[in-house]
């Protein structure tokens, strides 16, 4: 699958901003909003990405890749489907 780091990108914000964050700006997520630490994903929420990201970029998704460092912002989300991105 070939898809570049904007279009994951904005997939990613459109998301984001749709499903935890109605209302909102775009402008209010950039690349560094701290996902985790500014309660934009909280537990429940982490399973509802984590299965968008699952569904919409055919990856998979095991417990060290849900580690607080890849889920931290959209740039580290980006470098994480990166990385996944056709594998299994």
């Known amino acids: 699958m070939r898809v570049s780091d904007d279009e994951i990108r ?17 402008s209010t997520l950039t ?6 630490t500014e309660g934009i994903l909280d537990s429940i929420s982490v399973l509802r990405f984590v299965m968008f ?3 919409r970029f055919r990856i ?5 890749d849900l580690a607080h460092r890849h889920l931290r912002t ?7 489907v990166r ?3 056709g594998r299994d």
């Open 10 to 26: 904005r997939e990613l914000r459109e998301f984001l901003l749709r499903e935890f964050l109605p209302g909102e700006s775009s």
């Open 31 to 36: 690349d560094e909003t701290p996902l985790l």
């Open 53 to 55: 990201l699952e569904k």
């Open 60 to 64: 998979k998704l095991r417990g060290q």
């Open 74 to 80: 959209v740039a580290s989300v980006i470098e994480l």
């Open 83 to 85: 990385s996944k991105i």
